[in-house]
């Protein structure tokens, strides 16, 4: 996420519509990338960016500056989409077959670049849907976005080691899933 | 074994992920050079885990979205602006120079209804005073008439 200034979410806390614009283009990346991750759905990833910049407008006033911002959008965003995925978890159909979510497409060598994106890009959305959301969402912070353990503890307001025993667990799982996938390695 | 299964747990977790101190990620490093399995175990997760998210393109934002939500932020404040309106105009039917007016309305309505339910209560009780006073008389034999015009027909001439 890119950085925002004090003096930007001041404005914006007092209703300057031009300085919650900064604000969107500071965070919306991170916040729908890592809704997306988490969900695995691009419609639910906008409704879920969407509650979450009405939620930072809404709540903005109330924020004391006593903790990160950017930990206080993590954790609005984490939190909504683990609930997103949760609800979707139990409304999707239970009658999608294993083998249907693990198919990626088999790909030649000397593929274009946007191929190749979009192949790691499906690798990605596969292995994320086998693990649940409480482990994925410690897998799109650590392995997209890059925050340390300290970080992600502090955004989902849990141990470090509850950070690391969720990452092993989440990992063995992957790795296992990995295994089972037909296509070569990468 | 146990010290390899040590090993791959950091291996899987901190060292992979670049949190141990100096002095752990010397002692994983000592131990990979050492043990071709956990080595080749450190390949498997770097290349099957860690490398595909690498290279997992970043998604782009829609384009629309933020219109959508400063939509829905304008909204919000036109609720509260509805809100006002309503409030205000409850004030408003407070306010001092309207009190004058609304006293006025009042007593002339005030007025004006109780004129007219006088009258329909008096006009009641002529009618049933004197249909009671009727029955009364009738029944004990004595007859009074109520109303001058109700005597001086023949069917009551030939009654009394």
Redesign the interface.
Known sequence: MQEITEDVIRQAAQGNVEAFETVYKAASSFVYNVAYRVIGKREDAEEVTQEVFLTLHHKLKGFRFESSFKTWVYRITVNQAINMAKREAKTRDKMTSYDEQLEVPAISGGVQENIEREYHNKIIDDLLQGINPDQRSCVVLRNIEGLSYEEIAKTLKININTVRSRLKRAREKLLATRKQMSYGQV | MDKCKKFR?LI???YI?A?LDGVSKAQVQEHLHQCATCQAFFL??K?????????????P??TH??G???E??RQ?HSRVSVVDFIRGWIEGITFPRLVPALASLIMVVFIGSTVFVNQQVKQAQDWEGGTYLAYILSSTGVSVPVNNHDLGTPIEQYFL
Do not use: C, M, S
């Open positions: 747990d899987l977790t901190d992920d949190q498997e997760v290349n099957k885990l860690i490398v595909p998210f690498e290279k997992a393109p970043h998604q934002v829609p979205l933020w959508i939500i400063e829905r932020i919000g």
